[in-house]
């Protein structure tokens, strides 16, 4: 299969190309340097060149509270971009793979959100990320909404991460234990990609590691795992608070746990739970870490 990857040198994308390369598919990874998405007539004209069967579309603005006062840059590139992506992979034919996020919904919800609840989006980020999806479904005839959360894998920044680093250096630390997700490993969610692109299964999809928790215990977990799997010198003492305690520019969901109906009823792999893939990816970082 011939890809198209944007946003190839992001945190996940580096793991789409990396993860498809390595199931022998073609794939071409494009940073923002060599893809503006903002440009449509770019975006045409390389996708137009390379003719793939399928667009993973990775790129995005994710700062999630800078948004909050750059919203025509965030809507530039989430909606903007989005729709130039789409315009470009329904011209040439292809596939499109719109990664989107848990930030659609509004996170008062008691319950797991499903894949067609309504969005209710509060923070411009997640309102730019949901102006995405609608174009995505209004412009591509072939489209994968892929939804997922609170992600984190080798590259670049993120809470894992973090959090090891605060870990081995702060005394005291406290963690929010009223918001509670799934933390999803890159390289899982880049393997479940893999298998939804190859088939005609279109819609809008939920896609996080099985479980859920919240950043408090997420954290215990780091903690707990970076001492037994890497032998890690944790010194901080870890204590839960709440949002309020730690207000920020941009509203947080206090419920980002999405049900998984559309990955179960179109029979594929549902992601394993997020304790296994926590403790994988520490490993391989690990492992990264001592080279």
């Given at each position: 299969?011939?890809?198209?990857?944007?946003?190839?040198?992001?945190?996940?994308?580096?793991?789409?190309?990396?993860?498809?390369?390595?199931?022998?598919?073609?794939?071409?990874?494009?940073?923002?340097?060599?893809?503006?998405?903002?440009?449509?007539?770019?975006?045409?004209?390389?996708?137009?060149?390379?003719?793939?069967?399928?667009?993973?579309?990775?790129?995005?603005?994710?700062?999630?509270?800078?948004?909050?006062?750059?919203?025509d840059r965030a809507y530039q590139v989430n909606a903007a971009g989005?729709?130039?992506?789409?315009?470009?992979?329904?011209?040439?034919?292809?596939?499109?793979?719109?990664?989107?996020?848990?930030?659609?919904?509004?996170?008062?919800?008691?319950?797991?959100?499903?894949?067609?609840?309504?969005?209710?989006?509060?923070?411009?980020?997640?309102?730019?990320?949901?102006?995405?999806?609608?174009?995505?479904?209004?412009?591509?005839?072939?489209?994968?909404?892929?939804?997922?959360?609170?992600?984190?894998?080798?590259?670049?920044?993120?809470?894992?991460?973090?959090?090891?680093?605060?870990?081995?250096?702060?005394?005291?630390?406290?963690?929010?234990?009223?918001?509670?997700?799934?933390?999803?490993?890159?390289?899982?969610?880049?393997?479940?990609?893999?298998?939804?692109?190859?088939?005609?299964?279109?819609?809008?999809?939920?896609?996080?590691?099985?479980?859920?928790?919240?950043?408090?215990?997420?954290?215990?977990?780091?903690?707990?795992?970076?001492?037994?799997?890497?032998?890690?010198?944790?010194?901080?003492?870890?204590?839960?608070?709440?949002?309020?305690?730690?207000?920020?520019?941009?509203?947080?969901?206090?419920?980002?746990?999405?049900?998984?109906?559309?990955?179960?009823?179109?029979?594929?792999?549902?992601?394993?739970?997020?304790?296994?893939?926590?403790?994988?990816?520490?490993?391989?970082?690990?492992?990264?870490?001592?080279?």
């Amino acid at each position: 299969m011939k890809v198209l990857v944007t946003g190839a040198s992001g945190q996940l994308g580096q793991d789409v190309v990396s993860v498809f390369q390595a199931q022998g598919h073609d794939v071409l990874g494009y940073n923002r340097e060599q893809l503006d998405i903002t440009n449509l007539e770019q975006a045409v004209k390389i996708v137009g060149q390379y003719q793939p069967d399928a667009v993973i579309h990775c790129a995005a603005y994710t700062a999630v509270d800078a948004a909050e006062t750059d919203v025509d840059r965030a809507y530039q590139v989430n909606a903007a971009g989005t729709r130039n992506m789409a315009l470009a992979a329904e011209k040439a034919g292809a596939k499109l793979v719109y990664i989107s996020t848990d930030y659609v919904f509004d996170g008062t919800a008691e319950q797991p959100y499903h894949e067609y609840d309504n969005t209710n989006p509060q923070s411009i980020y997640g309102k730019s990320k949901r102006a995405g999806e609608v174009l995505t479904q209004t412009l591509s005839s072939r489209y994968f909404i892929v939804r997922t959360s609170w992600v984190y894998g080798l590259h670049g920044n993120n809470f894992v991460k973090t959090m090891l680093k605060l870990g081995q250096e702060k005394p005291h630390l406290q963690v929010v234990n009223d918001q509670k997700g799934s933390p999803t490993y890159t390289v899982d969610l880049a393997r479940f990609l893999a298998e939804l692109v190859q088939t005609e299964k279109y819609g809008v999809y939920h896609a996080s590691n099985s479980g859920s928790c919240t950043w408090y215990e997420f954290t215990q977990a780091i903690f707990r795992d970076a001492v037994e799997l890497l032998n890690a010198k944790i010194k901080a003492t870890l204590e839960p608070c709440s949002t309020e305690q730690f207000p920020r520019p941009s509203a947080r969901p206090r419920n980002s746990v999405m049900e998984h109906i559309a990955i179960r009823t179109n029979g594929l792999h549902d992601l394993r739970d997020w304790r296994e893939a926590l403790r994988d990816f520490l490993k391989v970082y690990l492992a990264n870490s001592s080279k």
